[in-house]
C-alpha cells in the first residue's frame, strides 16, 4: 500500500521557520520525482515546490521562490519543504506528492500518489 504522511505543520509566526515532512511507504521513492502543493478553502491546489529522483534538480514557484526549500533523503524515503520567512498568505494546506516521471512539474494532474495534508497556519 502507497503512503505519504505528511507532518510538521502548525502555528508559525511570520518571519520564523517551519520545515515540513513527508514520510513515504509502499513504492521506489527514489524513482519519483516528489513535490509539494497547498490548497486554501475555495481555492485551487497550487504546486510550489518540486525534486527531482536523484539529480538535485529543483524548481520553484515565485511565491516562495528564496524562502523555502525543498530536499529529499532518497535513503529513508523522505521528503521535506523548509519554510523560512512565512507570510500569512502562506497559510495553507501543505501535501506532498510524488510522480514517476523525471520531468519537473508543479501541475498536480502529473502526479499520482498523494499524502493527507498538513495545515500550516502563518499568523502573529
Request: contains cysteine.
Amino acid at each position: 500500500e502507497v503512503q505519504l504522511q505528511a507532518s510538521g505543520g502548525g502555528l508559525v509566526q511570520p518571519g520564523g521557520s517551519l520545515r515540513l515532512s513527508c514520510a513515504t511507504s509502499g513504492f521506489t521513492f527514489a524513482d519519483y520525482s516528489v513535490g509539494w502543493f497547498r490548497q486554501v478553502p475555495g481555492k485551487e491546489r497550487e504546486g510550489i515546490a518540486c525534486i527531482g529522483k536523484s539529480d538535485g534538480r529543483s524548481m520553484y514557484d515565485n511565491s516562495v521562490k528564496g524562502r523555502f526549500a525543498i530536499s529529499r533523503d532518497n535513503a529513508n524515503d523522505t521528503m521535506y519543504l523548509q519554510m523560512d520567512m512565512p507570510r500569512p498568505e502562506d497559510t495553507a494546506v501543505y501535501y506532498c506528492a510524488a510522480r514517476d516521471g523525471s520531468i519537473l512539474y508543479t501541475i498536480s494532474d502529473k502526479y499520482f500518489y498523494w499524502g493527507q495534508g498538513t495545515l500550516v497556519t502563518v499568523s502573529s
